[in-house]
């Protein structure tokens, strides 16, 4: 090889280098690789939930639809912040 010509690519070099013990490595490294990506791109596509499921989910967002104290809890809170906002507007009965 010529130093003072740099190595090109070319159509014709790939089939020797692929069916080289280094080209076969590099391709089935290639090859594990991408079929592991394909399978977890899958795998991630069907763990999604439907929009039905999680509409149906959407209640128990509600922390009072859990128990009656747990209601109470959140009642007294709301009631509380409330008054906290009475407050600081100045409408205290002072």
Do not use: W
Request: charged share 20%; net charge negative.
């Amino acid at each position: 090889m010529d130093s003072m010509h740099p190595p090109s690519l070319s159509f014709a070099a790939i089939v020797p280098a692929l069916f080289s013990l280094r080209g076969f490595l590099l391709a089935f490294a290639s090859i594990v690789f991408l079929s592991l990506c394909g399978i977890f791109f899958r795998v991630s596509r069907t763990l999604r939930y439907s929009s039905s499921f999680v509409k149906d989910l959407e209640p128990f967002l509600e922390l009072g639809s859990y128990s009656q104290d747990l209601a109470v809890m959140v009642a007294n809170e709301d009631a509380e912040s409330k008054g906290n906002e009475a407050v600081e507007a100045g409408e205290s009965g002072i």
